[in-house]
């Protein structure tokens, strides 16, 4: 994924020029405006390549549960809110994108029994955009060369060729960021730092923190190795859950009736 993604226009590049200010040198100075940015292409081209579930209860039902999920995290604001939405694939996959846009396919749904394992699925994300593991997916040379361009043009007004240098830019970062969530997938070092946000949130929130190893053993059982979903891209459902047992309670939390309820209710033919 090493070309232009080609869905930035001019209004939204000079809308990330105008928010930075002073171009980041590293992802940590990205400001919380320009994560939004690059946040909102990325999720345009996940939506390029999967169709939404159009299920407006089930699309409700999963917001509140993320909502919540936000705002338990360590990082419960960003730039523009935590949004949520089903993809229409049997795929088993979920992504992140910087921001607080999280994605969440029927196929991932599946592998949840209860609300409680919802909730484990859209806190792990969560984690994913509280550590900023997306921003992290673009290379230094990427701000490098936006601040080499800004810095060239000084206080001056950017020219139409260095707009487009700053447009091909940012777009390659937002490359940089899908190939990561679709293709390449995350380290395993990320992907135990969202597991043990998500294990926080739950805690915070009287779910089950269990209920995040229930989604993976049957995630497990379901996966088609080297397939193209969570088998590709994610560190194998066992060994995520060898790391996070020792940091759960000794007991299970009693199941909340009316939870289940809502979620056999509303999602049972998702």
Same mark, same amino acid.
């Given at each position: 994924?090493g070309?232009? &993604?080609?869905v930035? +226009?001019?209004?939204?590049?000079?809308?990330?020029?105008?928010?930075?200010?002073?171009?980041?040198?590293?992802?940590?100075?990205?400001?919380?405006?320009?994560?939004?940015?690059?946040?909102?292409? !990325?999720?345009?081209?996940?939506?390029?390549?999967?169709?939404?579930?159009?299920?407006?209860?089930?699309?409700?039902?999963?917001?509140?549960?993320?909502? =919540?999920?936000?705002?338990a995290?360590? %990082?419960?604001?960003?730039?523009?809110?935590?949004?949520?939405?089903? =993809? +229409?694939?049997?795929?088993?996959?979920?992504?992140?994108?910087?921001?607080?846009? /999280?994605?969440?396919t %029927?196929?991932?749904?599946?592998?949840?029994?209860?609300?409680?394992? &919802?909730?484990?699925?859209?806190?792990?994300?969560?984690?994913? !955009?509280?550590?900023?593991?997306? =921003?992290?997916?673009?290379?230094?040379?990427?701000?490098?060369?936006?601040?080499?361009?800004?810095?060239?043009?000084?206080?001056? $007004?950017?020219?139409?060729?260095?707009?487009?240098?700053?447009?091909? &830019?940012?777009?390659?970062?937002?490359?940089?960021?899908?190939? $990561?969530? !679709?293709?390449?997938g995350?380290?395993?070092?990320?992907?135990?730092?969202?597991?043990r946000?998500?294990? $926080? &949130? =739950?805690a915070r929130?009287?779910?089950?923190?269990?209920?995040?190893? +229930?989604?993976?053993? /049957?995630m497990?059982?379901?996966?088609?190795?080297?397939?193209?979903?969570?088998?590709?891209?994610?560190p194998?459902?066992?060994?995520? /859950?060898?790391?996070?047992?020792?940091?759960?309670?000794?007991?299970?939390?009693?199941? !909340?009736?009316?939870?289940?309820?809502?979620?056999?209710?509303?999602? %049972?033919?998702?």
């Amino acid at each position: 994924m090493g070309q232009s &993604v080609g869905v930035l +226009d001019e209004r939204q590049a000079q809308s990330v020029i105008r928010a930075g200010g002073a171009v980041a040198r590293s992802f940590e100075d990205i400001t919380p405006e320009q994560e939004y940015y690059i946040g909102r292409t !990325v999720g345009a081209v996940i939506l390029s390549k999967y169709t939404p579930y159009q299920n407006d209860e089930a699309n409700r039902y999963v917001n509140m549960v993320g909502t =919540l999920a936000g705002l338990a995290s360590d %990082r419960p604001e960003t730039f523009g809110g935590y949004h949520f939405l089903i =993809l +229409d694939s049997e795929e088993i996959n979920a992504f992140a994108a910087p921001g607080g846009l /999280i994605f969440v396919t %029927r196929g991932m749904l599946r592998c949840c029994g209860s609300e409680d394992a &919802v909730a484990a699925v859209l806190a792990h994300e969560v984690g994913h !955009v509280q550590h900023q593991h997306g =921003l992290q997916a673009i290379k230094k040379s990427r701000v490098t060369s936006a601040l080499t361009i800004l810095a060239a043009e000084g206080a001056k $007004t950017l020219g139409g060729q260095e707009l487009a240098q700053l447009t091909e &830019v940012f777009e390659e970062s937002v490359s940089d960021v899908v190939s $990561t969530l !679709v293709a390449n997938g995350y380290s395993r070092a990320s992907e135990r730092e969202a597991d043990r946000a998500a294990v $926080t &949130v =739950l805690a915070r929130l009287g779910y089950d923190s269990a209920a995040l190893v +229930d989604m993976l053993e /049957i995630m497990g059982a379901r996966l088609t190795p080297g397939g193209s979903d969570f088998a590709k891209t994610h560190p194998s459902p066992q060994s995520r /859950i060898a790391d996070i047992r020792p940091l759960l309670p000794k007991t299970r939390p009693a199941a !909340v009736a009316p939870r289940q309820r809502r979620f056999e209710q509303v999602l %049972r033919q998702v």
